[in-house]
């Protein structure tokens, strides 16, 4: 996607060429709500594409692109904002009057999402209605309708592929076209909120602007250029990855996965995004807890693995999901994204002091603990396993946060089957129980059940410690398989360990240390799997490459037991990777050594933005600088690499007043 060119606006995305032009392939398109409502959209003048001179991003919601030649120049505006607008500027440069004829050439197959993702088109019947200034593509699929409009401010000579406009433009004179691309939803139309000439707009509907927003992110104080850089284009990123609220079924603003496939809501991701972009933005953490709380499952459903209490993994609004063909609206196929919710509620309300929330949420709290107490453990044996449900052909083999089919091997290399029980989310039950319990005893009112569910947590860590730790390879297992056999590959789960705090202090620097061999770190970050064990592949999406977000979670494990050097090296690293890839982190990259590359390598297809990976460099510098929260209180105990000789933040919100760190 280096080339391309995406701009979006929460779920609704724009995904060109550079020349602004879509020929749906490689999934381009004009998706709205999970379905592409552009799989054809070009701008030519004479019969041909106008070849580009400039194309870029203007605003994450904008783009301008010019082209032509030294007779003929056109600039193409374009706003995405529910709809999607587009101006068209003809000029003519030369001395002497031309006629030219410009055309819009549309059409659609009305794909969803996940069929666009994997190349392929959207079934049922297509035609267009077509008037002067108007056409309006349709699609029926059993009985789900959709359409798009596209609307012009000139009348021309417009059919149901394209519009054609003859142009008589003076010496050095110009000519303007409006274009409003309009989906239109179970009958009801989105027009654009934003139209001529809206660079920097605030577009309605989403709570704060992207002004405000960078007007309320803690200012980084360093010398450190590439630094400055990553944590501007971090926000800039969770800016543009919120999801517009519709009022129906997406409420806040929340993180949305990222572009182009997973622009929706997230439970696992965008929950890992909140709490990694805590001390920057806490309201993000409120957006997303709110949200998930509201879509909270209260019954059985095999079909989309929902039980009573369990927080989602994925929403979809498309096609697919109307017709009820995939389980996704929505779909419950994670084992740890109600842990987390549980884990982000907690730290949400020790940077924030917004017991007010908490109390609101309390019933869905105790459903998350319920079902952690429950349905979460499959035998009764004390760990969670997850075990899909579902008969859907995309529902989820694996539903911790490495949910490809292939990511659970032993060390030999062999593939692991359901039911089985990671180390990391016993780990986030561990967690989940412990800050369930102080809200518990500080916000509800409840210390009985706090004191039992913190006596649960230590039960939990005791046996955790003895059942899951490889003494003949020296570190904890990645899971206990349907078995109970622990599965010994060496993985970097077994730093989300150290983030949960269900590590016995004495295993914890051989724990630190297997984290940073040779086989695992691999000089830009830690790898998912070591190189030594038989599933490694450093072009592997789960075994073997680097994930931010995974490392950043590591990072801030080893901080809290003590290893604060050790974890200043991996973000050093995960930053020098940043800097490498445009100060802008992809949600994946390649396990490749350091010193064999010089330079981190790209994964095929990585998401780019993508919001746990815009997050991380945010929580790396929570990291160096050693912050915490104590009873309203900014702790700062910075641990910095020879690179960063000053690091501080200025207005760090903590229970609503704006702090500062020294360093």
């Known amino acids: 996607m280096g080339d391309d060119l995406i701009i979006l606006d929460g779920c609704t995305f724009m995904y060109s060429d550079e020349s602004g032009d879509v020929e749906a392939h490689d999934g381009e398109g004009f998706f709205y709500e999970d379905v592409r409502h552009l799989a054809s959209w070009r701008v030519l003048v004479d019969g041909k594409p106008v070849e580009p001179l400039s194309s870029r991003r203007v605003d994450y919601y904008s783009a301008r692109i010019v082209g032509g030649d030294e007779q003929l120049a056109v600039q193409r505006d374009r706003f995405v904002s529910e709809g999607m607008h587009e101006d068209v500027l003809v000029e003519n440069l030369s001395p002497e009057p031309r006629e030219v004829k410009v055309e819009v ?41 959709r359409g798009t409009a596209v609307t012009f401010n000139r009348s021309g000579n417009v059919n149901g592929e394209r519009a054609r406009f003859e142009v008589r433009l003076g010496p050095r ?47 980084l104080l360093t010398e450190n250029d590439a630094l400055e850089r990553t944590h501007r284009q971090s926000n800039l990123d969770l800016a543009a990855l919120r999801v517009r609220p519709d009022n129906v079924s997406i409420k806040h603003a929340m993180p949305g996965g990222g572009l182009p496939w997973f622009m929706t809501v997230f439970g696992r991701d965008s929950l890992i995004a909140a ?67 549980l884990i982000v509620l907690d ?111 230590a039960e939990l860590k005791r046996r955790f410690n003895r059942d899951f730790w490889v003494g003949e390879r020296g570190h904890y297992a990645l899971a206990l398989d349907g078995d109970k056999n622990q599965v010994d590959s060496l993985t970097s789960n077994i730093g989300h360990l150290l983030w949960s705090g269900i590590v016995d202090e004495r295993r914890a620097a051989a724990t630190v240390r297997a984290l940073l061999g040779e086989d695992m770190f691999s000089g830009w970050g830690i790898r998912s799997m070591s190189a030594n064990d038989g599933g490694y592949n450093p072009l592997s999406y789960h075994c073997g490459s680097v ?117």
């Open 105 to 145: 050439a549309y059409g659609s197959d009305f794909a969803d999402v996940m069929e666009a993702q994997d190349g392929g088109n959207g079934d049922g019947r297509l035609w267009a209605e077509a008037k002067a200034r108007t056409v309006t593509l349709w699609h029926e699929r059993d009985g789900y309708r």
């Open 347 to 457: 730290a949400y309300e020790r940077w924030s002091g917004d017991a007010a929330f908490v109390r609101k949420v309390e019933p869905n709290a105790r459903a998350a603990l319920a079902w952690l107490e429950g349905p979460a453990d499959l035998d009764a044996d004390g760990y969670l396993e997850y075990r899909k449900r579902s008969t859907s052909e995309v529902a989820l083999d694996n539903q911790c946060w490495k949910d490809s089919h292939d990511s659970m091997r032993s060390a030999d290399g062999r593939l692991v089957e359901p039911p089985i029980a990671t180390c990391e989310i016993q780990g986030y039950a561990y967690d989940a129980r412990l800050r369930t319990a102080r809200l518990m005893r500080e916000v509800w009112d409840d210390p009985e059940t706090a004191e039992r569910v913190e006596r649960d947590a």
């Open 547 to 663: 994930w931010p977000h995974d490392n950043a979670i590591v990072a801030e494990g080893m901080r809290r037991y003590g290893f604060r050097e050790e974890a200043a090296r991996v973000c050093e690293a995960l930053l020098d990777a940043a800097e490498a890839f445009g100060n802008q982190l992809p949600e994946v990259f390649a396990g490749f050594a350091r010193d064999e590359t010089r330079m981190p390598v790209e994964y095929p297809g990585a998401l780019k933005p993508q919001s746990w990976a815009a997050a991380a460099p945010l929580s790396m510098i929570r990291t160096l600088l050693g912050l915490d929260v104590d009873g309203g209180k900014l702790r700062s105990r910075p641990c910095l690499p020879p690179a960063f000789e000053r690091l501080a933040l200025r207005d760090v919100r903590v229970h609503g007043r704006a702090r500062a760190t020294r360093r």
């Open 275 to 341: 709490y990694e972009a805590l001390p920057f933005h806490a309201d993000l953490a409120q957006a997303a807890l709110e949200a998930l709380a509201e879509l909270q499952a209260t019954e059985w459903d095999n079909w989309r693995d929902a039980e009573p209490g369990k927080i989602l993994h994925e929403l979809r609004r498309g096609t697919l999901a109307a017709l009820n063909e995939i389980p996704h609206t929505p779909y419950y196929g994670s084992h740890d994204s109600t842990l987390l919710w």
């Open 173 to 219: 004179e110009s000519w303007n076209l409006c274009v409003d691309v309009t989906p239109v939803v179970d009958g009801e139309r989105k027009p654009p909120m934003l139209r001529c000439g809206a660079f920097h707009d605030h577009a309605p509907k989403m709570p704060m602007s992207l002004d405000d927003w960078l007007a309320e992110t803690p200012e």
